[in-house]
């Protein structure tokens, strides 16, 4: 219910609503979906609380990559092979539907606990932290963009916890 009184004058612009004309003023909520709040979350780099959970469930040599910008924002795919494919082909490992990704786009490879991207001669190239590349090693937090979706990696906290103790 919108309370005039604190409106202001605005209040005095609005004309008041005629209920037996089938409108109603009574009711100024705006409902939005989860995929307005995800692009929210990803506006601001923030991390949603499932996501919190998901980071913080990840075993050692594994790693989460989660879709910040994009067709499918707050999308997550788990990095847990010693190659994972990305591109624009039904079998690719994650399948990214848009013509800005090329068929065989890019690779992550996976070394111990360590991950790396590679690009496979896409025609938009792979990017990391906005820096075009052929092959790059990933950090925590680091932002690689693959045709217009831009997705964040997030490293096992076991793994983190264990370089940070050497």
Known sequence: MVDSENLGHAADDVPPSDASAGGSNDDATVHYGDEFAAQLAALDGAVSGEEVDA?????????????????????????????????????????????????????????????????????NGTYFDGVRIDTALLSDGAEVQVGKFRLTFYASRADLAHLAGR
């Open 55 to 123: 980071i913080a469930a990840l075993p050692s040599g594994s790693a989460l990559l989660v879709v910040r910008r994009g067709p499918n924002v707050g999308a997550r795919f788990l990095l847990d092979a010693d190659v994972t494919t990305v591109g624009r082909h039904p079998e690719a490992d994650i399948f990214l539907d848009d013509v800005t990704v090329s068929r065989r786009h890019a690779e992550f490879l996976r070394h111990g606990t360590a991950f790396q991207v590679k690009d496979l001669g896409s025609l």
